[in-house]
Structures are given as C-alpha cells and as structure tokens.
C-alpha cells in the first residue's frame, strides 16, 4: 500500500481557500408585488398598479422553510452573500473530491 502522507498541491490550495471568511447565506431572494384589501384601489385590477415590489428572503432551516421580508436596500447585500454561499459549496465540493483523491492514491499499490 500506498502510505504517502504528503498533502497534493490541490488540496492545499483548496484548504487555503476555504481559510477565508466571508459574510454568506443560504437560500434565494425573491421579488412580489401584491393586491390590497381594498375593492377600490386600482391593484384590484390592474397589475402594473399591484403593491411593492415586496422583497423576501427564504431559506431552509432545520428542515423547515423560513421567509422573511427584507428591505430594498437590504437586497444587493444578500444577493451578495447567497453567491458566497453559492461559492463555498462548490469550494467544499472541490475539497471533498480532492480529498478523497488523495485518499485513493493512498490505497494504491505501491511498486517495489
């Protein structure tokens, strides 16, 4: 067997990567614009008058779904970090693959 400890290049610069923190987020920001309750406001019926734009952030916490409403000029901001999140996720995608490819190298048969 294969018993190299020493840490593949990738896998370093991956690690190194993941060293630096970063406000992020899961979930998705999405944009609404609403009806009223009152029968004679011009939302009732046009939808180029409806209320809003209304925007909410939802994600999935502890297997439940939580929405909260955000303010406009919240949004750019958490459109930010949920690319962040977005970006760790592959980066921990990337590291796990090329962890376990390191692993395998280390169950091959060594030549004697």
């Known amino acids: ?24 987020r899961r979930g998705s920001i999405s944009e609404r614009r609403m009806k009223c309750g009152k029968p004679a406001c011009p939302c009732q019926h046009d939808p180029d008058a409806r209320h ?7 994600s999935a916490v502890g297997g439940k779904t939580r929405t909260r409403y955000v303010a406009p000029e919240q949004v750019a901001a958490i459109q930010r970090q949920i690319a962040a999140g977005r ?21 091959q048969p060594t030549v004697v």
Do not use: H, K
């Open 1 to 24: 067997m294969n018993t190299t400890n020493a840490m593949p290049p990738r896998v370093s610069q991956l690690a190194s990567a993941l060293q630096q923190p970063q406000p992020m």
């Open 52 to 58: 809003g734009p209304y925007f909410s952030l939802t």
């Open 87 to 107: 970006r760790f996720r592959e980066e921990i995608d990337s590291y796990w693959e090329a962890c376990e490819q390191w692993a395998d190298q280390q169950l």
